[in-house]
Nanobody, 123 residues
Framework: VQLQASGGGLVQAGGSLRLACAAS????????MAWFRQAPGKEREFVAG????????PDADSVKGRFVISRDRAKATVYLQMSSLKPEDTAVYYC?????????????????WGQGTQVTVSS
């Protein structure tokens, strides 16, 4: 399975970005997919996840009400719509495929990762 993330960039605080992650290869729509992020000097953290059946995991507290995850199973693509961006959202964002139909917050339970896309929010 290969994951290709796109959509990152530089945006001013309060702005929006939409990330996309396209899966190819021996993909399975029966696995959960999620977005993580990692800022310099910090641990990789769970942002949002969506299960095989479209059920969404609780978003990280830091992004609740601002980020929305969605999935197009026909296109094997997951999206992250980010709004009201803050400087503290600056990080490399990674998409990942879970080993299960669900989306745990523990990144060690994901076996495929995209290359990451940089999101920078200026104040």
């Amino acid at each position: 399975v290969q994951l290709q993330a796109s959509g990152g960039g530089l945006v001013q605080a309060g702005g929006s970005l939409r990330l996309a992650c396209a899966a190819s290869g021996r993909t399975s729509s029966n696995n959960g997919m999620a977005w993580f992020r990692q800022a310099p000097g910090k641990e990789r953290e769970f942002v949002a996840g969506i299960s095989w059946n479209g059920a969404k995991a609780p978003d990280a507290d830091s992004v609740k009400g601002r980020f929305v995850i969605s999935r197009d199973r026909a296109k094997a693509t997951v999206y992250l719509q980010m709004s009201s961006l803050k400087p503290e959202d600056t990080a490399v964002y990674y998409c990942a495929v879970s080993r299960t139909p669900y989306t745990p917050t523990d990144y060690s339970l994901y076996n495929y990762w995209g290359q990451g896309t940089q999101v920078t929010v200026s104040s």
